[in-house]
Structure formats: C-alpha cells, structure tokens
C-alpha cells in the first residue's frame, strides 16, 4: 500500500448533508464543508486530491478564504506544509502552499546530514467550467474544474544529483466532485498530468524519462453526521528515478468540522517507499480555518 495525507480530503467532500442543510444553503451559501479542505499541495478538495471544489464559503457574489497548516509523521521522515488559498465568486481559485519534506535522523542514512530537507512551493490555480457539486440534484453531472500548480523545489543540486532533470515545473488537472444529498456520499476523481518525482519535492522528470504522465486520484467520503465524515483517497504517481522507487498513496480519514470557520483532519496515511526506505506509513493531522 502506498499514500499520504488522505485524511484532509474526504473531509471537504462531507459537504453532503440532507434535506436538514437546505434551509442552510439558502440561507448561506455553501453548505458545512462544501469548500473541502486544503490539501498538500494548497488547494481545495481532500489530502491528497484536487478537487473541483472551490475554496471558501463564498456564493458567487462573494470572496471566501481559508488557511492550512498540516504535519505528517511517518516512521522514518516528516512532512509539513502550510499555506493559504482564496475562491473569487465560487468559480475561480488562487492558492498557495509551502512544503518541506524533513528527513530527520534518516538523512545521515541517505548521507545528507542529519535533518536535511526537502523544501517546495506550489502556486496554483483552478477555475469552474461546468456544473455544481450540491445544487445540481436533479442530475449526474458532477461540478467540473480545470486547474494547474507552479512547483519550484529549493534543492536543485541534490535533485540533479538523484537523476531530476528540473527543480521546477507545472502539473495541469481537470477534476470532476459530486455531492449525493440524499445517500450523504461525495465522490472526486481528477486526472493530473505530471512530471512531479514526490509531488516535486525531488523535482521534475528523470534518468527514466522527462514525459508527461496521466495519474489519478480518487476520493470518497460518507457523512456519517452533519459535521463529521469519514472516507478514503488513492493517488497514483509517476516513477521518473532510477533506483528511488516511487510508489502510490492512499489513505483513510476522520474529519469534524467544528463550523465554517473551523476544521480538523486526522487519517492514517501510507506513502509505500521513499528513497529506499519502505512501508512510510503514519498519522496525519491538519487545521484549517477560513471563511
């Protein structure tokens, strides 16, 4: 098994309440977690996957908006990320992650020093094309999105040095998120093509091919009250790197949303091998407050 911070995302998705959350959704706007959360690389959906979401509460006449700040302990390395994304008129998103991937005592293993790190930024950007995740109850068709993220990774020598042949690059996605009312289910599935070794923390392409790859990442979530949700996500990766096998995420989460200005993610996350070093498996835990 293989997959990371899972648990973010499902929570977002619980965006499905019942014929309860109608008087909400009139009255407010978005229903409780219909924004998602914020997922590693800064934008909404779930922990490991983009959705077609748009972050904050905000209807089409407004502005909404939301912080992060995430942690993910594995057996043999840390991951942490925080950031910030904005949601003009529930239809375009801008967003902005920070990422650093520690190594801790594992790095004088991999002879990088004691603490080494990995670090990352992603600017990204999605806009709505199509549909509405909750208002569109009397149809199949799910809200559809079309997005990119600018990765830039701090650590170009060490990435050359591994088989990167870039320390920066784009992904483009399309993402498509549907929110079933009545069976209090969300789905998500985006297609993201990529070059990214580790997301882009090991940068972009490699000794094994420098093409674009078309990876998946799936999403659901049930919930199970109105304000806490469980659920599951898989995201599968390109293997650009001789030698560093990189293997698929998955996770399995618990979201609560205390109300719409906060929100707490917790899952259990297996990152499969990273740079030798097999079953990283290990909690995650994010924050996220917004409006």
């Not at 709505?128 to 600018?150: C, E, H, I, R, T």
């Not at 789905?187 to 993201?192: A, E, K």
């Not at 078309?214 to 898989?234: I, N």
Request: hydrophobic share 40%; aromatic share 10%; charged share 20%.
């Amino acid at each position: 098994m293989r997959g990371p911070c899972v648990a973010l995302m499902g929570a977002g998705l619980l965006a499905c309440a019942g014929a309860a959350q109608a008087d909400e959704l009139r009255a407010s706007g978005k229903l409780l977690l219909t924004q998602g959360v914020s997922d590693i690389e800064g934008a909404a959906g779930g922990g490991i996957a983009t959705w077609a979401l748009i972050a904050g509460y905000e209807t089409r006449d407004g502005i909404g908006g939301n912080v992060h700040a995430t942690g993910i302990q594995l057996k043999d390395y840390q991951f942490r990320t925080y950031g910030a994304a904005l949601g003009f008129r529930d239809r375009v998103e801008l967003s902005y992650a920070h990422q650093e991937f520690d190594t801790q005592g594992t790095g004088e293993k991999l002879g990088l020093g004691h603490g080494f790190t990995f670090g990352q930024d992603v600017y990204g950007v999605k806009v709505k094309v199509a549909g509405d995740a909750v208002y569109n109850q009397d149809s199949w068709m799910p809200q559809v999105a079309l997005g990119a993220q600018f990765k830039r990774a701090d650590q170009s020598a060490v990435i050359s040095f591994l088989g990167g042949q870039h320390s920066s690059g784009v992904d483009y996605f399309v993402a498509a998120s549907k929110v079933f009312l009545d069976e209090s289910l969300v789905l998500n599935g985006t297609v993201r093509a990529t070059k990214a070794n580790q997301t882009g923390l090991l940068g972009f392409g490699g000794n094994r091919g420098d093409d674009y790859h078309a990876e998946f990442e799936g999403s659901a979530a049930l919930l199970l009250t109105r304000k806490f949700a469980v659920g599951v996500e898989y995201r599968t990766k390109p293997d650009n790197l001789n030698g560093l096998k990189e293997d698929d995420w998955a996770d399995v989460f618990a979201a609560y949303a205390i109300n719409k200005h906060l929100s707490v993610t917790a899952a259990y996350v297996d990152l499969g091998e990273i740079a030798t070093f097999k079953h990283e498996n290990g909690v995650y835990l994010s924050l996220q407050a917004g409006f």
